[in-house]
């Protein structure tokens, strides 16, 4: 089956950097979209970014400039950088594998990881 794990959460006052990373096993990792999504206590998931197996992104407005997505298929893991953290960044943020194949579609999601931005 396949797993999702999320590393690379913490504390980190405004204005700083993280990385984050998400490390599949159990699948041809290079044929699946990637996706970062967070949810805030109260709040909705929300998609942050998304990569597309040829390396192809899409950001979410509230992060654009500031977080990038990236993917090292030789590694199997997807990455979020995020830089110039804002209080609004805390989150739990979760990883998403995707993949349309006939017949269907297929999801995954990694267990999330906490970021938390506070002075």
């Known amino acids: 089956q396949v797993q999702l794990v999320e590393s690379g959460g913490g504390l980190v006052q405004p204005g700083g950097s993280l990385r984050l990373s998400c490390a599949a096993s159990g699948t041809i990792f290079s044929i699946y979209a990637m996706g970062w999504y967070r949810q805030a206590p109260g709040k909705q998931r929300e998609l942050v970014a998304t990569?597309?197996?040829?390396?192809?992104?899409n950001y979410a407005d509230s992060v654009k400039g500031r977080f990038t997505i990236s993917r090292d298929n030789a590694k199997d893991t997807v990455y979020l950088q995020m830089d110039t953290l804002k209080p609004e960044d805390t989150a739990v943020y979760y990883c998403?594998?995707?993949?349309?194949?006939?017949?269907?579609?297929?999801?995954?999601w990694g267990q999330g990881t906490q970021v938390t931005v506070s002075s």
């Open positions: 998403k594998a995707h993949r349309t194949a006939p017949g269907g579609t297929f999801d995954y």
């Open positions: 990569i597309t197996p040829g390396g192809s992104a």
